[in-house]
C-alpha cells in the first residue's frame, strides 16, 4: 500500500521528469527500504534558475510593502493546507530517506503548528521599536526591513520540517525564498511548493524551489537580487557557504552538526533519565543533529541508567519508533565509527551491524539500534558526530568531570541536564554547559516558540522564536526631525 501510495502520487502529483539523454545529470531518487529508484529529476539549467530567482524578486518587490499584520493574515491558510497533505507527504518522505510513517505524519503537523504560531504572534515582533530621541529631533525608532530574495539550502533528514522552519519566518519578516533541498528530497521540494501556491492569499513566487546539485548552490548565492542564504548541514558544508556568503557580503545562518551531551547526575530520576535518551536518540533513527549523541553518567549511577537504557532501547519497534538509515553509504559511515570504537575499547551493549534487516526492508541501509559503553575520548563515538542510531555511554567520575566531558567537544548544540536539583540544573545549563540549548529533565527538541542554534562548529545564527524572525531583516533607524 505505502509503495501503491507513493506512485500514485509521484505519477498525479509531482510528474518527475526523466531524461533518458542526460541520465549522469538526473538526480535520482531511491527508496533506502526497497532499493529501488522511484522517481528520477533533470536539474534545471542556470537560465531557468534565474528566471525562477527573477520571479521572486519581483514578488518581493509586492510582497515587502504588505504590512506584518497582513502578511501574517495571508500566511496563516497555510496551516491547514499542510495538514491536508500530512498523509501523502509522509510516504513521499518515508521514500525519499526511510522516515517511519508516523513520525512524518507527525513532521508534517508540526511544521503546520509552526505556521499557526508565526501566525498569532510574528507581526508582534516586527513592530517598530522607540529609540531615545536625539537633541532637536522629534522622534527616532527603529524599524526591521526585509533584505530580498533568500537562498534556503535544506537537509534530507526533516524533509518538511527544516524547509518550513526557515521559510516560514523568513518569508513572514517580508523576504521572499527559494529552495535548494538535498539531492534525494526534490520530491519534497516541489510538494512544499504546491502546498504554498494551493494558498490563493500566499502570492506567487514567494516561495520556489529548486531542483539543482550542490555544485549550483555559489553561482545562486554570487546572484545579485539574492541577498542572503540559510544552511542546515554539514560543518563543511556550513563552512564553504558562510565563507562565500562572507565574500559576498551576504547575511548568512548555518545550522551544522552536533554531539550533544546528555550529563545524569547522581540524584537524577533514571527512569526519566532512559526514555529521554532513548526517545530522543532513536527519533528519526538517530539522524537528527539535536539527538543524545553522548550520554554521560556519573559512576554511582552508570550501570544502573545503562541497563534501563538498553531494556528501553530493545522495546523499540521497526517501522514505528526507528527505519532504515537515509541511504547506503549512511549506514556504512555509522557502522565504521561503531567498529573503531570497538576496536579502541569500548563495549557493545546491544545492536550492532549484525542484526539482520527485518522482513520487507532490503537491509543496505538498515542498522538496529545499538548501545556501546565503556566510551572514552579519543573514540570515534565520543569525538565524532555519529548520525545514526547509536546510544554512547560515558562514565564519569563525577559532576565535574561530567561537565568537562559534556563540553570536549568540537560542536556545540544542543544539551542535557538530569537532576532533581532544579536550582543546581538551572546553574548548568546557564552557566557551565557551552551549547546553544541546554534542557533539564528532558531531551532536546525545536520549537516555533524558542530560539534554536549553536555554538562553535555547530553554527552561526538562529532559527524559530523572535530571533529567526529577526535573522533576514534591515534593523534600519530612522530620526525625524520636524
Not at 525519499?96 to 510574528?122: H, R, S, T
Request: glycine share 8%; aromatic share 6%; net charge neutral.
Amino acid at each position: 500500500q505505502v509503495l501503491l501510495a507513493v506512485s500514485t502520487m509521484l505519477a498525479n502529483f509531482l510528474k518527475p521528469r526523466v531524461v533518458q539523454t542526460r541520465l549522469l545529470r538526473t538526480m535520482r531518487q531511491v527508496n533506502p527500504k526497497t532499493g529501488k529508484m522511484f522517481a528520477e529529476y533533470e536539474p534545471m539549467s542556470d537560465d531557468q534558475v534565474r528566471s525562477i530567482v527573477g520571479e521572486s524578486h519581483s514578488a518581493f518587490q509586492q510582497w515587502r510593502r504588505e504590512s506584518p499584520a497582513a502578511r501574517a493574515q495571508k500566511l496563516a491558510p497555510l496551516a491547514e493546507a499542510l495538514r491536508a497533505k500530512a498523509d501523502v507527504a509522509a510516504e513521499l518522505m518515508s521514500a525519499e530517506m526511510g522516515k517511519p510513517i508516523p513520525q512524518a505524519v507527525a513532521e508534517v503537523k508540526k511544521c503546520a503548528f509552526l505556521v499557526d504560531w508565526y501566525a498569532e504572534n510574528g507581526a508582534g515582533f516586527l513592530q517598530n521599536t522607540p529609540a531615545p530621541t536625539l537633541p532637536g529631533f522629534k522622534r527616532c525608532y527603529v524599524t526591521y526591513q526585509p533584505l530580498g530574495v533568500i537562498l534556503s539550502v535544506m537537509p534530507w533528514n526533516f524533509p518538511f520540517w527544516q524547509a518550513i522552519r526557515m521559510a516560514v519566518p523568513t518569508i513572514l519578516a517580508g523576504n521572499t525564498v527559494v529552495l535548494k533541498h538535498a539531492s534525494n528530497c526534490q520530491g519534497s521540494a516541489k510538494m512544499i511548493e504546491e502546498i504554498f501556491k494551493s494558498c490563493p492569499s500566499i502570492p506567487s513566487d514567494v516561495f520556489r524551489s529548486l531542483i539543482i546539485p550542490s555544485g549550483q548552490v555559489a553561482p545562486v548565492l554570487e546572484n545579485p537580487l539574492v541577498r542572503g542564504v540559510a544552511l542546515t548541514g554539514s560543518t563543511y558544508a556550513g563552512q564553504q557557504v558562510a565563507s562565500k556568503a562572507g565574500g559576498l557580503l551576504k547575511k548568512a545562518v548555518v545550522e551544522l552538526g552536533g554531539s550533544d551531551a546528555y550529563v545524569i547526575l547522581a540524584d537524577a530520576d533514571l527512569d526519566v533519565a532512559a526514555e529521554a535518551v532513548v526517545t530522543g536518540r532513536i527519533l528519526n533513527t538517530g539522524q537528527s543533529c539535536i539527538s543524545p549523541k553522548r550520554v554521560i553518567a556519573v559512576k554511582e549511577v552508570r550501570k544502573e541508567l545503562e541497563a534501563k537504557v538498553q531494556a528501553l532501547l530493545e522495546s523499540k519497534k521497526y517501522g514505528v519508533d526507528f527505519g532504515c538509515m537515509v541511504n547506503p553509504s549512511g549506514r556504512q559511515e555509522t557502522v565504521q565509527q561503531i567498529e573503531a570504537s570497538l576496536a579502541a575499547g569500548a563495549r557493545l551493549v546491544t545492536g550492532g551491524p549484525g542484526v539482520p534487516a527485518p522482513e520487507g526492508d532490503c537491509g543496505t541501509s538498515f542498522l538496529q539500534p545499538t548501545m556501546l559503553s565503556d566510551v572514552q575520548p579519543g573514540m570515534a563515538a565520543f569525538d565524532e558526530e555519529v548520525f545514526g542510531p547509536v546510544i554512547a555511554i560515558i562514565e564519569a567520575q563525577g559532576e565535574e568531570d561530567a561537565m568537562r566531558m559534556a563540553n570536549q567537544s568540537e560542536f556545540g548544540l544542543g544539551s542535557a541536564v538530569f537532576t532533581r536539583d532544579l536550582d543546581k540544573a538551572a546553574m548548568l545549563a546557564e552557566t557551565e554547559m557551552d551549547a546553544g540549548m541546554c534542557f533539564v529533565n528532558d531531551f532536546v527538541r525545536s520549537d516555533p516558540s524558542l530560539p534554536f542554534g549553536g555554538t562553535k562548529t555547530s553554527g552561526l545564527g538562529r532559527e524559530c522564536a523572535q530571533f529567526g524572525l529577526m535573522e533576514f531583516v534591515n534593523i534600519k533607524t530612522v530620526a525625524i526631525k520636524g
